[in-house]
Each structure stands twice: as structure tokens, then as C-alpha cells.
């Protein structure tokens, strides 16, 4: 009689050294197809909900800016709305342009990261050595805003709490001039690319059917042709004064999704220029003295997708109930409908390309029915990386290492 | 549809419903009782092709609430279906999880820290509580917070 009792999976981890989240996937295959996925989350749960709960009202931002640290501008901007909708308050314009431009530079240096790491997946570490480089300037600017380079801090309910001096518009425009000739040099690389073309055209499918069912948001909706953006179907802070398109693709693959993030990126770029060039004078912030009984919702367009929070008050100084939704946890989920029957080797890509901050690719674990073989993570990327070599050999594509080339 | 016409369609649900609370910015809270959360949360997602967002369990002293959350695009309207759970000693709901993949985490979410059953859910086992942690004692429930 054959056993069909699933052997142990090994996982790797519970910590890597170079990613900060933690998701585990247990992967039943045939050969290399896979059949079914299963995953478990919350090896990081902290709480988050309960914590906010014994805070203030004010004190809030910051500990929602700590839930994730590339969208730790979106998480206490869906706050703060949420509140702001229960106090009817409305801040001053300038503020909302600062809000603006501070979320579109998250959104710039975030998506410049999903495409280097994506380019590490299937082994091209040039991809990865470049966007992470051109990212770093986004990072600077950010630093010289707000004073740092992840977690702001800068949003508070009513305003922002510091303001960006209008000296230094000028070098942000210029810097900005420089980001954007460099992301177009990426881009073109990228899309010009064959190899890249055979390698994720059709790899790890999400239809528009499923995308709905699944509620996915961001770029993983948009690459399915689901038209969907927080930022201009309920415009919050500036976005509504600004001249910007929704980037959508229809075929729902991996390349749709890296298509979508690159010219959003641009998008992006336009809009911090165009809030920038049109900053109102005035104060940042005013006071929001009360929080009145009700409930608030807020939402925001974090670069991967709508962060969605619920306050409740009850007229004391501290939210009764306040539920937090990352776009992840709406998006993780439909690995069910783009990985089971394709291939093992577009795995580790395909739960990538949601862009789920990345941690949950690295703890994974693959059995095979027939032989049991565990295959771990490094086993997976590696995979994955012969794949591309497979396609690159097939297309005549050569392969320069860097000791063959002559230096100096 | 715009946002009379949404509203319009939304009356069309009227005799399910406690009551419907319009807010300022486009904000609809739907009232219901628990034993019609399912097909006001289907003529939502289905009929009026809203899009889910989440769902938040509150526990509100004499009942808990169940609060599902979709937000309709064209207009950018947020509408939150309440539903009052009025049973406290056995909280139960039913699952739209079977019509809604999307929602599976989310309620088995719930049900981890509020304690709620959802009837007929595919696939109602832990989520977000440890291994170890004791049966019986729902981490967000009032009690608890003491």
C-alpha cells in the first residue's frame, strides 16, 4: 500500500540573514509541476492591533510606521485619514502635498528594489547590482526630508510634523532628473531583454477572474487588468490635483507585474515633480485637539497595494478597536491560483512577483510525492536560475562571465 | 454607476437590514443581524461588484460585531457591512469565505482571536496563534485585555 502521508518539510530558517519577514510554504509537487500549495504566516505576530489599542492617538504613527519598513509611509497615512475621518479634521494643503511627495519617493525606492531583487531570483545579479544602486539616491532624498532614511515619522494627525524647507526644492528636482534618466536606462535594459521576455512571459498566471476573487490590490491587480488605485478612485492627500495615469497590463504573468512597477515608477517620478513645483505656501500642520466617539476608515495606496485601516473611538484618548490591513495579506494568498500547476522552477518567482516583502520566498520547502525529496530554498533559487541559463542557451544568448572580460 | 445610483441599489437590500448609516466622505455602514450577513455580504461582492478589503471582529461588551469591509472604485465609496453577533457564550457566523476565497485567512483570523465560529468555512484551523498557545482564550477579547 503507498503511503500518502506527507514526510516532515525542513524549512530554512526561521531567520534569514538577509530578509526580515517570515512566511512558510510547504509546496506538495508531481515532478515538476506543482499541485498544491499550503502556507502559514505568523511567525512574526506582534500584536500590533492590541498594542495601539493601550497608546494615544498621537503616539499611533509611529508604531504603525514599525510594521513594515519600505511602507512605513503609507501604514501611518491610512491612519491618520482614519482618524481625521472621525475628527472631520482636514489638514492644510501644503501638508498634503508633503504627504504626497513623501509616499510617491517611497514608492519609487521600494518598486527599485522588488526589480533587483526579482533580477537576484533568476540570477541576474546585474539587474540587481544596478536598481539597488539607483535606489540609494531615493533614500537620500528621503533622509534629507524627513531626517531619515525608512520610518519617516513625519505624519502626524492634522498635518506633518516637520515641513520641507523650500530651499532645497531645487536639488530634489535636479536629483530627481538623475533618478528618472537612470530608471529609464534600467527599464529599457530590462524590457529590450529576450531573455527576460522568455523567462517570465507566462510564468505563474493570475487571471482577472481570480484576482478579483482573491481581493488582490497594487501592482499584482494591475498586472492582471483589474484598473485599481486607491490614489485615484478615493484621491487622498494631493493626488487629486496631480496629472498622472493608472498603469495597468491584461496578461496577469510576471512580466505584467514587472511592467507595471517600472512605469509606475515614472509615474511616481512625475507626480513628487509636479508637487513639488506646485507647494502651496502655509502652515504643515493644525490642531486636532479631540478625537470625537465614531469609527474612521482610511485607506492608501502603499506601493504594493491599498493598506486599509478601521479606528474606533469612544471619545476617550485611545482607539477601542483598530484593524490593520496590509496589501500582503490580501495578495499572499492567491499563490493558490498562480502556482498550482505551474512549473517548480517559477515558484520562488511567481510568490516574488507580488513583491510580499520578500521574506516569504526563503523559507521554502518543496515535497515531492513520488520520491519525498525535500527541496529547500537554495535548492528552489537554484532551479530557477537554471532555468534562465536553459533559455538564455536555447536563444544563443552568450554568457560573458566577469573573468572574461579584460579590465583596465 | 455613481454614487446615487449605488446608493439606490444598496436601498434594494433594505429588508435585511437594522438600519443604513451614510457618513460624510462616502462612508456606508450596512446594519444586519448575523443570521443575514451572508446574503447581504453576497448581493455586495456579487450584484453590486464591490471589492473586498477586509474584515474587522470587534468585541463590543453585550454582542460582538462583525464589521466586512469592500470598497466600491467607481466612486470610491467605502462600504462596511455590521453584523451583531448577540450570542456570547457561543458566537458563530457564517463563512463567506466559500463565494470569497479572498476572505479564508481573515476569518480563520477572526475566529484565532475573537473566537468566532464560522459555519462552513473550508479550512477554519489556526492562523496567527502560536502552536502553544492555550484553546479556549481569544487574545483580543475584553476579558482578556484585564
Known sequence: MKKTVKKPVIAVGPFHPLQEEMEFFQLTVDGEKVTDIDVRISYNHRGIERISESLQFDQIPFLVSRICGICSASHPLAYVQAVEDIAGAKPPERALYERTIINELERIHSHLLWGGLGGHIIGYDTVFMWAWKYREPVLDLLEEITGNRNNYGNVKVGGCREDIPNEIIPRILKELDKIEKKTEMLTNAVLDDPVLHARLKGVGVLTREDAIKYAVTGPTARGSGVAIDVRRDDPYAAYGDLDWSVITQTEGDVFAKAVVRLLETFESIKMVRQALKKLPDGPVTMEVKEIPPGEGIGHAEAPRGETFHYVRSDGGNRPTRHKVRAPSYVNVPSFKASCIGGDLADVTLTLAAVDPCYSCTERLAAVDRESKVIHDYEALLQMSRDKTARIKKELGVPGIKMEDLQIG | MNQ????????????????????????????????????????????????FCIVTGVDSDDCFEILYHYSYDQTGCVITIKAFIRDRENPAIESIAPFLPGAEWIEREIHDILGIDFKNHPNLKRLILADDWPDGVYPLRKEVKK
Open chain 2, 4 to 51: 446615487k445610483e449605488l446608493e439606490n441599489r444598496l436601498s434594494q437590500i433594505k429588508d435585511k437590514l437594522i438600519s443604513i448609516e451614510q457618513l460624510p466622505h462616502d462612508r456606508i455602514y450596512l446594519l444586519c443581524e448575523s443570521e443575514n450577513s451572508y446574503p447581504v455580504n453576497k448581493f455586495v461582492f456579487d450584484d453590486i461588484g464591490a471589492r
